[in-house]
């Protein structure tokens, strides 16, 4: 097999190898346009024209690069998060560090968190990313919370399974009699709701305007639960400065953030036609294809250029660890239908030596067996590319990061898209804002006699079957009472507590 397409960078411990691609055919003047228009962002460009914002976020580890005055604020928050962090570790009193967040604001430093897995004497870091009742009280349960530090994470300040999960923190630091005040750290954009209402908490830290959720995991956002855990935020920044400087490079052949996002344009022809399964063989990057879903899909996913045109724009991307995933879906992604691309990811340093179980082999040795059985076994009728990493360390998860975020923005800037809005998330907000206030209008129509949910959606202005969810659920919570007569918004009868 030819090395011609293979990039390698020693200095970062990284390799890209897209020999199992098909060649590909370039436009030169377009992505000579891309790499332009990149190049514009970094030096200051609105480059999120929809709200007309900067993107910053490649300045957080160069601050350099940052336009005036911004770079001593950049510099200023990673000095804070690495002495707040190692003198609480000298203060000796918080052993947990409750991270509450979503999107962003948790997968980003989830997914170092588990991948580092820093020294024991540190903060051991937990996560509350979603509004489920149950699933915040069995996190929040086995928690001693006199030793617990609680990081709030929003940057709007609004956002409602964060705003959530601090309700349900803040009840359960009252119920121990803990003064929640000197357990709360909250990172927020200055003025906003939860910058405001975490004056007199232990610390807050600025997120700001120019730099979205996801790719927020350079900022306070994964520095401070890094910092805290024990991990080196500066090597991680090194990385991912490391990184940007190989990726800035307008050569589609030495540039491996372009080679990724050009092998994604190709294999999709230009529309995601292809899903992109990401197989990183080893357990501490198993939340790596989790970060890429919501940093890529969420990206990618646009109905509308930005000239305003309809094009349905997307990236699937779905995947777990190998070898697990060996015995799950890659009997299909061999054998089944050509839908799909496949990213496998290697470590050459097993970070651990384990027994022979072979003579001369270890369990390393097979890992890297099934890595590269399987990269084997899916040519040549499925597309591979295969990445690989010399460790898992601080600074080549840096620059992982720092290599896809490029991708995405050299591959949204190819197909025309604004990578850095998310207006289909927004409109599910405004939705279940509508949800919420039908349940309220649902309550008030609620008599002595049993009505059903069609006739409750009725009176309510709710169209029956929502009405019937809602109401069912009520039921269940004990809210009201329900007089099965089958099932359906026709024939369950619902009516207050008590009644009839």
Not at 86 to 110: D, H, N, R, V
């Given at each position: 097999m030819s090395l011609d397409h293979l990039w390698r960078d020693s200095t970062l411990g990284f390799s890209l190898d897209w020999s199992a691609c098909p060649t590909f055919s370039d436009d030169p003047v377009a992505w000579a346009t891309v790499f332009a228009q990149m190049e514009a962002l970094e030096g200051g460009a609105i480059a999120n024209?929809?709200?007309?914002?900067?993107?910053?976020?490649?300045?957080?580890?160069?601050?350099?690069?940052?336009?005036?005055?911004?770079?001593?604020?950049?510099?200023?928050?990673?000095?804070?998060?690495?002495?707040?962090?190692?003198?609480?570790?000298?203060?000796?009193?918080?052993?947990?560090?409750?991270?509450?967040?979503?999107?962003?604001?948790?997968?980003?430093?989830?997914?170092?968190?588990?991948?580092?897995?820093?020294?024991?004497?540190?903060?051991?870091?937990v996560f509350i990313d979603?509004?489920?009742?149950?699933?915040?009280?069995?996190?929040?349960?086995?928690?001693?919370?006199?030793?617990?530090?609680?990081?709030?994470?929003?940057?709007?300040?609004?956002?409602?399974?964060?705003?959530?999960?601090?309700?349900?923190?803040?009840?359960?630091?009252?119920?121990?009699?803990?003064?929640?005040?000197?357990?709360?750290?909250?990172?927020?954009?200055?003025?906003?709701?939860?910058?405001?209402?975490?004056?007199?908490?232990?610390?807050?830290?600025?997120?700001?305007?120019?730099?979205?959720?996801?790719?927020?995991?350079?900022?306070?956002?994964?520095?401070?639960?890094?910092?805290?855990?024990?991990?080196?935020?500066?090597?991680?920044?090194?990385?991912?400065?490391?990184?940007?400087?190989?990726?800035?490079?307008?050569?589609?052949?030495?540039?491996?953030?372009?080679?990724?996002?050009?092998?994604?344009?190709?294999?999709?022809?230009?529309?995601?036609?292809?899903?992109?399964?990401?197989?990183?063989?080893?357990?501490?990057?198993?939340?790596?294809?989790?970060?890429?879903?919501?940093?890529?899909?969420?990206?990618?996913?646009?109905?509308?250029?930005?000239?305003?045109?309809?094009?349905?724009?997307?990236?699937?991307?779905?995947g777990n660890k190998g070898s697990t995933d060996q015995h799950a879906y890659v009997q299909q992604l061999r054998d089944g239908p050509d839908d799909h691309f496949v990213t496998l990811v290697g470590v050459l340093d097993d970070g651990f030596v384990g027994e022979e179980v072979e003579p001369g082999i270890n369990a390393g040795d097979y890992l890297q067996g099934f890595l590269l059985g399987t990269w084997q076994a899916l040519q040549p009728r499925h597309p591979v590319l295969m990445l690989t990493l010399d460790n898992v360390d601080a600074f080549r998860l840096g620059a992982l990061i720092a290599l896809y975020e490029r991708a995405v923005g050299l591959y949204a800037f190819r197909i025309g898209i604004n990578a850095y809005h998310q207006p289909g998330v927004e409109a599910g907000k405004k939705a279940a804002t509508g949800i919420l206030s039908a349940k309220l209008r649902l309550r008030e129509k609620l008599g002595t006699e049993p009505q059903t949910a069609a006739e409750l959606g009725k009176a309510a202005g709710v169209e029956p079957r929502m009405a019937w969810y809602l109401l069912s659920r009520m039921g269940a919570m004990g809210e009201l009472r329900v007089e099965r007569g089958g099932e359906g918004p026709d024939q369950d009868g619902f009516l207050r507590v008590g009644e009839g």
């Open positions: 024209p929809d709200e007309g914002r900067q993107v910053g976020h490649y300045w957080l580890r160069t601050p350099e690069i940052a336009p005036a005055g911004l770079s001593a604020e950049i510099r200023a928050v990673v000095s804070t998060c690495k002495k707040f962090a190692f003198a609480l570790k000298k203060e000796g009193k918080f052993k947990t560090a409750l991270i509450l967040g979503i999107g962003g604001s948790a997968l980003g430093p989830a997914f170092l968190s588990s991948a580092l897995q820093e020294p024991e004497d540190w903060m051991r870091l979603n509004t489920d009742p149950e699933g915040m009280a069995r996190v929040i349960g086995p928690l001693d919370l006199e030793e617990t530090l609680v990081i709030c994470i929003s940057k709007s300040g609004g956002t409602a399974e964060t705003r959530n999960a601090l309700i349900e923190v803040q009840a359960a630091f009252g119920v121990a009699g803990l003064p929640f005040a000197e357990h709360a750290i909250a990172i927020s954009q200055e003025g906003s709701r939860l910058w405001k209402e975490a004056e007199g908490w232990k610390l807050r830290l600025p997120m700001w305007d120019w730099v979205g959720g996801r790719t927020s995991v350079t900022s306070a956002v994964g520095l401070l639960p890094l910092a805290l855990q024990g991990a080196d935020v500066e090597l991680l920044l090194e990385g991912a400065a490391a990184m940007d400087a190989a990726t800035r490079i307008p050569d589609l052949e030495k540039n491996p953030a372009a080679i990724l996002a050009r092998s994604w344009y190709n294999l999709g022809e230009g529309r995601g036609k292809r899903a992109m399964v990401v197989l990183p063989y080893r357990d501490r990057l198993l939340l790596f294809s989790r970060y890429l879903q919501q940093l890529v899909m969420e990206s990618i996913g646009k109905e509308k250029d930005l000239a305003g045109n309809l094009v349905y724009q997307g990236l699937t991307v779905y």
